[in-house]
């Protein structure tokens, strides 16, 4: 199990930037992928950008050539930079970490970060 705890969400105009922190209790090494997910109300959760610990990358289409995933092993924090921010990105986002173990996966949250996208 690893606590997450998400920061910078806030309110922004379209076009703008932002950029998303997630702070992790443990090493983020150890941990087989981390990422960001969003949810918009009244919609389902989805995958936002997420990173395996060999540095493999991966984005909805939605944010491709806008959004950044990364992150630093030394802070155990990972961040997504988020630019040409639009209406449609508003939505709560969400940081996970899956951790592959013998006994199954085992997948942890946070709390999530509130981003609204508005004039």
């Known amino acids: 199990q690893v606590q997450l705890v998400e920061s910078g969400g806030d309110l922004v105009q379209p076009g703008g930037s932002l950029r998303l922190s997630c702070a992790a209790s443990?090493?983020?090494?150890?941990?087989?992928?981390m990422g960001w997910y969003r949810q918009a109300q009244g919609k389902e959760r989805e995958l936002v950008a997420s990173?395996?610990?060999?540095?493999?990358?991966q984005y909805a289409d939605s944010v491709k050539d806008r959004f950044t995933i990364s992150s630093d092993n030394a802070k155990n924090t990972m961040y997504l930079q988020m630019n040409s921010l639009k209406p449609d990105d508003t939505a709560m986002y969400y940081c996970?970490?899956?951790?592959?173990?013998?006994?199954?996966?085992?997948?942890?949250w946070g709390q999530g970060t509130q981003v609204t996208v508005s004039s």
């Open positions: 443990r090493s983020i090494s150890s941990i087989n992928s």
């Open positions: 990173v395996s610990n060999t540095g493999i990358t």
């Open positions: 996970s970490a899956l951790i592959l173990r013998s006994l199954g996966p085992n997948r942890s």
